[in-house]
């Protein structure tokens, strides 16, 4: 048997079909790409309509039969329109997978109730629609299934200026956990991808300092002290994770959450100081410089 053969049989992605929303831009776009070229038909809804023309485009150019809608993944009838024309299409769903979030730097003591809505309708109530929506369509198939959303490593730490985002993106990581209980006998899994720095247009907005334009997280001396594998995510670290979460690879896995992110989860506060080496606290040189510039 060749390589190809072999995972062509273990994954078993061509000809299932996925859901993705938030899936023609950011990292959404390397899933959908990625899935794709697995072979799965892929139903994506994005509310950037350029984005969303331009890979609705390059896939058909490519030969895969995919529908892009344009719209906003919040809004279940918006979802609803989706998750027809897939059923309409293909009359089969194997795969949803849950890549709309997003935040913005601020302390909490600062934000407005509408500003927390806002981050709880992004972060969590958007994927219990869509992953309401995708449970009936996997069940009739009776072939499980498998969801898939995108956390952060700010669900699993603290995330100071972060904080309604890390508690919805909390949320869905132990929602995530609970439903893979509840749907283990159907065999449809449910398991979260968390990234860390994974620079994209959208989240180099956030991490940036905004006065400056400067963005300290893309700094290589940065990415070595605090990154342990010692380079940035690029989005294929993350599409990679999804699609072995889609596929048959996974076939046991439920209720968990893969960490693609060069090791930050497992540092966890200790940083790789030049000089000093791995330390959980600023060390003495470092320490002498502040002092100087203080
Ligand atoms: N990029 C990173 O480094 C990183 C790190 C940690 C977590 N994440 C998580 O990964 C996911 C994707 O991150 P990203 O950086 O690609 O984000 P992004 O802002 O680039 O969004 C990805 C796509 O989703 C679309 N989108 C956003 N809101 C939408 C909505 N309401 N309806 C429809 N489409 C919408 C955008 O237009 C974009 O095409 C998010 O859930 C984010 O919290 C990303």
């Not at 993705?20 to 794709?36: K, N, P, Q, R």
């Not at 490593?153 to 993106?169: C, Q, T």
């Not at 889609?246 to 497992?266: E, K, Q, V």
């Amino acid at each position: 048997m060749s390589s190809s053969q072999w995972w062509d049989e273990r994954a078993g992605l061509d000809g299932t079909v996925a859901v993705v929303t938030g899936g023609a831009g950011g990292l959404g776009e390397a899933i959908t790409l990625d899935l794709a070229a697995n072979g799965v038909r892929v139903a994506l809804v994005d509310r950037d309509e350029a984005a969303t023309e331009r890979i609705g485009a390059a896939l058909a150019a490519d030969g895969h039969d995919a529908i892009a809608h344009t719209g906003d993944a919040r809004d279940p009838d918006v979802l609803d329109v989706l998750f027809d024309a897939a059923a309409e299409r293909w009359g089969r769903l194997d795969t949803l997978v849950n890549v709309v979030g997003g935040t913005f730097r601020a302390p909490f003591s600062d934000q407005t109730p509408k500003a927390w809505d806002a981050l709880i309708r992004t972060n969590l109530t958007h994927v219990l629609h869509a992953t309401s929506r995708a449970i009936p369509a996997m069940r009739a198939g009776g072939r499980g299934g498998s969801i898939i959303s995108l956390t952060t490593i700010e669900g699993y730490r603290a995330a100071p200026n972060f904080a309604v985002y890390s508690a919805a993106k909390a949320a869905v990581a132990q929602f995530s956990r609970t439903l893979a209980v509840e749907l283990a006998p159907e065999r449809i899994r449910v398991n979260c991808v968390a990234p860390d720095l994974a620079p994209t247009p959208n989240m180099i907005g956030i991490s940036g300092d905004g006065d400056t334009g400067q963005h300290p997280m893309l700094d290589p001396l940065n990415v070595g002290v605090s990154i342990p594998m010692g380079r940035l995510g690029v989005p294929a670290d993350i599409s990679n994770a999804v699609v072995f979460l889609a596929s048959g690879l996974s076939s046991y896995l439920t209720g968990t959450t893969l960490h693609p992110d060069g090791g930050t989860f497992a540092s966890a506060g200790w940083f790789n100081w030049p000089g000093s080496g791995y330390g959980n606290m600023v060390p003495p040189d470092v320490l002498d410089l502040m002092r100087e510039q203080s």
